[in-house]
């Protein structure tokens, strides 16, 4: 498996647990204990506030990952870059350039730093 394919996996991961509401989970034992999420509302999250707000929050109904691109930072860190489009039952999708950068540590890829900007 290339390390695209194995980011991807680990992003494609992460978005079915914002799709059946587990994300709180996913997310709280994926993140480094650093790690930040940097939204389009421009709030920056660290792991707890995380997993606490994706405990809350409703379920994407389906999701996309479109164009992602790697970016090699090393032997033990990497950015996926990409386009994602989610949307929920009712409502408007949601169109933004993502950026999830991972770390090796203990022997699997966590997330370190997460970032969104709304495409325009």
């Given at each position: 498996?290339?390390?695209?394919?194995?980011?991807?996996?680990?992003?494609?991961?992460?978005?079915?647990?914002?799709?059946?509401?587990?994300?709180?989970?996913?997310?709280?034992?994926?993140?480094?204990?650093?790690?930040?999420?940097?939204?389009?509302?421009?709030?920056?999250?660290?792991?707890?506030?995380?997993?606490?707000?994706?405990?809350?929050?409703?379920?994407?109904?389906?999701?996309?990952?479109v164009e992602p691109r790697l970016l090699a930072l090393?032997?033990?860190?990497?950015?996926?870059?990409?386009?994602?489009v989610a949307r929920r039952e009712q409502g408007e999708?949601?169109?933004?350039?993502?950026?999830?950068?991972?770390?090796?540590?203990?022997?699997?890829?966590?997330?370190?730093?997460?970032?969104?900007?709304?495409?325009?």
């Amino acid at each position: 498996m290339t390390l695209l394919e194995e980011l991807l996996a680990l992003e494609h991961a992460g978005w079915r647990s914002l799709c059946d509401a587990t994300g709180g989970d996913f997310y709280g034992r994926t993140m480094t204990d650093d790690a930040l999420m940097v939204l389009v509302d421009g709030s920056v999250l660290d792991r707890d506030a995380v997993a606490a707000s994706l405990s809350d929050a409703p379920p994407w109904a389906s999701y996309e990952i479109v164009e992602p691109r790697l970016l090699a930072l090393g032997d033990d860190a990497a950015s996926l870059v990409y386009t994602g489009v989610a949307r929920r039952e009712q409502g408007e999708d949601f169109v933004a350039r993502m950026a999830s950068t991972y770390v090796r540590e203990g022997g699997g890829w966590r997330l370190a730093l997460y970032q969104q900007t709304l495409r325009p």
